[in-house]
């Protein structure tokens, strides 16, 4: 059988491998030019940008937040020069040896040290910032001992700094590192890590506007990571500095208040030029320094805060937990409901005269004099803060009425003060809020409680200066509440409508001095250069206790013949009755007038404090009747309501 097909031999075995090994080398010199074309024609930009990233560290430069000014041109944050450590990125063990030897230098604790690690293991390639506002002794220390940490990076940045301190803490708030949490949230779009922002107050509210862009520097290093060279400005990207701010906020009437409140109770007090709407002052006690938040808190300094009884990170002057029962500084805005509905009239007096309790829809309602007050209306209504008399008032306006009028007042609203986290007020907005709430319907009697400031109502200091603002103002129209003061804040919405025809309003006005005067319930807080008008509170903590009420004061004060210029509330946790804040209201109100007309400032200006201090004391002028001061403009016309 014969058989076909090609007979292979040693030569054409070998002669078919060398066609296959030039094949393969072809192939193989071919893929070696495509890549060495790549790397040196296509993509040189990107191997020659990681070559100078490997030889170049990228250092963020925080951008200086713009300066916060007051009325007068006083500062109310700036920046200074603070000192920041760095530790730049390389093997574990040879950064953890570095951390060991500046722990001592620095003062750096064990926790500051893993909080570092911790915060750098997140984006390992960038320095490790070991600590913020590194104190200038430790960089001096360092700074001697230089050529032993080559890594090593120190540089000043624009510290933010609060020269007044603890009594604007709550207004202000304070800056720090950005969270995981804040950096997820919309509000911080384009923001990275390390970045610090404003945390609460004003700091929080204008982040955008004085916040500013952080900038970046370049440094060369080694192979062994060691810096060799900070490079010059140009070659990174200069921070951008954030916009200045400028306020309405008076920052030596601030301080002056810190400087005159009782240490020994807790509140808050907060005062608004009612032309404009712009806060004048806003303090509360206790409080906590927000110097000591920059650059991350103190641990102990922290832990002290938490555990102080006082609470002085609560804002009691328009934050959460500062809304309280009103008490009789809201017979105002019962006085003002009833007078725009026609519901009582400027000198009309109570059927039932006021002898210390009265029976009124179904339930027996005492007084808080039990020798009563006998006949009064609006004026001494105000004057004598006669419980009976206001009780007759709500029971006129009804619950429904009560409840409707308030609500279309806007006593429900915020102010729209531009701070983070003000307090939501307590206001039933119709009877069936008690179905809503507690379950129950309400009895028509609810109202006698409601008129005098207890039951289910509870106003801030803020609210309750909003209040008094729309007795205070021409139009009784109460815009949003604002602290600073920007250009373009020119429309701002109506928050509280109390708007009332000139007789109201003069009525209300000449209560509120007698108040102040002889046998009114503030009676010694009287001021001789000043048109001071006023109106106390005190409400009842509990009904069977010993735990002392708590204390309001709310007060008005303008040159004598003029609208009010300023208007003050202050409350007083357990300050037991309404005349203990009133020398302090007094006090602030006759602080600000006398810097605004360039008057002799007197320091103890009430006949209480007089006294009290053996000082001279004008009784004539202290026991003479109140006369209502002749007006010399007429900046104030009928309201609204008046054509009703």
């Not at 925080?62 to 944050?77: C, F, K, L, Q, W």
């Not at 953890?96 to 722990?103: G, N, P, S």
């Not at 945390?199 to 060799?228: F, H, T, V, W």
Request: a positive charge; hydrophobic letters at 40%.
């Amino acid at each position: 059988m014969e058989r076909t097909g090609r007979i292979s031999t040693p030569r054409a075995e070998r002669a078919r491998r060398s066609l296959y090994a030039r094949g393969f080398l072809t192939v193989a010199f071919l893929v070696l030019i495509g890549a060495a074309g790549r790397l040196q024609i296509l993509e040189v930009d990107k191997w020659a940008t990681i070559a100078k990233t490997n030889r170049l560290r990228e250092v963020s430069i925080p951008a200086p937040r713009g300066t916060i000014y007051d009325r007068h041109g006083n500062v109310v944050a700036e920046n200074i020069v603070g000192y920041r450590v760095q530790l730049m990125p390389g093997r574990r063990d040879s950064m953890d040896a570095q951390l060991k030897r500046l722990q001592p230098i620095l003062g750096l604790t064990d926790e500051q040290i893993a909080a570092a690690r911790k915060k750098w293991l997140r984006e390992s390639h960038l320095p490790m910032t070991v600590m913020m506002d590194t104190p200038p002794v430790a960089v001096a220390r360092l700074q001697e001992q230089r050529s032993a940490f080559p890594t090593v990076l120190v540089d000043e940045y624009a510290k933010r700094h609060y020269p007044a301190g603890e009594a604007i803490a709550h207004m202000i708030g304070y800056i720090s590192e950005i969270s995981e949490q804040e950096l997820k949230s919309r509000e911080f779009v384009g923001y990275t890590q390390g970045q610090w922002i404003g945390k609460g107050g004003l700091e929080r509210a204008y982040e955008n506007m004085i916040g500013g862009i952080p900038g970046s520097r370049y440094l060369e290093i080694d192979a062994q990571g060691r810096i060799k060279r900070l490079l010059p400005e140009e070659l990174g990207m200069p921070a951008i500095p954030g916009r200045d701010l400028q306020l309405y906020f008076d920052l030596d009437l601030q301080r002056y208040i810190e400087g005159i409140w009782p240490r020994a109770y807790r509140g808050g007090m907060v005062a608004i030029d009612p032309a404009t709407g712009g806060v004048l002052a806003y303090y509360s006690y206790p409080s906590f320094d927000p110097n000591r938040f920059i650059g991350g808190i103190p641990m102990p300094y922290w832990d002290s805060l938490r555990a102080d009884s006082g609470k002085p990170l609560l804002d009691r002057a328009g934050g959460s937990g500062s809304a309280q029962p009103p008490a009789s500084a809201w017979k105002l805005i019962v006085a003002a409901m009833a007078l725009e509905e026609k519901a009582i009239t400027v000198d009309q007096y109570m059927p039932v005269a006021c002898g210390g309790g009265m029976h009124i829809l179904g339930r027996y309602a005492r007084c808080w004099d039990a020798k009563g007050h006998g006949r009064v209306d609006l004026i001494r209504g105000i004057m004598y803060s006669c419980d009976v008399y206001f009780y007759q008032v709500g029971a006129r306006l009804g619950l429904k009425r009560y409840t409707e009028t308030g609500t279309r007042m806007g006593f429900q609203k915020r102010t729209g003060i531009d701070l983070p986290g003000e307090a939501r007020n307590l206001f039933p907005d119709s009877p069936d809020w008690w179905q809503r709430t507690f379950r129950y319907k309400p009895k028509e009697n609810e109202v006698v409680s409601l008129a005098i400031g207890q039951g289910p109502i509870a106003m801030s200091p803020l609210k309750m200066a909003a209040f008094y603002t729309g007795i205070a103002r021409p139009d009784g129209k109460v815009p949003a509440l604002r602290i600073a003061r920007l250009p373009q804040d020119t429309a701002r919405p109506v928050v509280i409508d109390m708007a009332l025809n000139r007789k109201y309003v003069d009525a209300m006005w000449r209560g509120m001095r007698r108040v102040v005067g002889p046998g009114g319930t503030a009676q010694l807080t009287r001021l001789k250069e000043w048109d001071l008008m006023g109106k106390t509170g005190t409400a009842q903590v509990c009904a069977d206790c010993s735990i002392r009420d708590h204390a309001w004061f709310i007060g008005m004060g303008a040159l004598p013949g003029h609208d009010p210029e300023i208007v003050v509330a202050m409350f007083m946790e357990h300050g037991e009755h309404g005349y203990t804040p009133s020398d302090y209201v007094a006090n602030a109100i006759n602080f600000f007038l006398s810097r605004k007309y360039n008057r002799p400032f007197e320091r103890w200006p009430t006949p209480r404090q007089r006294i009290q201090r053996e000082l001279p004391v004008d009784f004539q002028w202290l026991y003479s009747a109140v006369i209502d001061p002749p007006r010399s403009d007429s900046t104030r016309e009928s309201g609204p309501a008046a054509a009703r």
